[in-house]
């Protein structure tokens, strides 16, 4: 079984992409070319912003289907990041809610990208 490593997202500008995802996870972009940014997400994970038009094969285009999630210490992070995200301009679909695994909340990115940041619910 290969190792999941990559999780490519179809955008329209990856650049400015680049820069938001950098800025709002305080990571690098660490290879930049004319139609993708790369960005480490975690040890051995990275993160490929692709401009949606230089696709193969072509993209269809839609977003919000999935999510990309999160997790952070506790409820207290869940608000502070969401007033950061919100201060920032990010669309937010989901204001802080618990629900059944823990507190979360949802923002969207500028190509509608669901990202859910979440506290888990005490075991």
Not at 45 to 71: D, N
Request: hydrophobic fraction near 45%; aromatic fraction near 8%; charge should be negative.
């Amino acid at each position: 079984m290969s190792d999941f490593n990559f999780l490519l997202l179809h955008v329209q500008d990856h650049a400015a992409s680049a820069a938001l995802y950098s800025d709002l996870l305080g990571i690098p972009i660490v290879d930049q070319k004319t139609d993708i940014a790369i960005l480490p997400l975690r040890e051995g994970v990275m993160l490929g912003l692709w401009a949606r038009e230089t696709v193969e094969p072509e993209s269809s285009g839609q977003t919000g289907a999935s999510e990309i999630a999160f997790a952070v210490p506790d409820a207290a992070t869940v608000e502070t990041m969401h007033s950061d995200w919100q201060r920032r301009g990010l669309t937010i679909a989901q204001a802080p809610t618990r629900m059944s695994f823990g507190t979360t909340f949802v923002a969207l990115d500028p190509d509608g990208h669901r990202l859910r940041i979440f506290a888990p619910a005490a075991a």
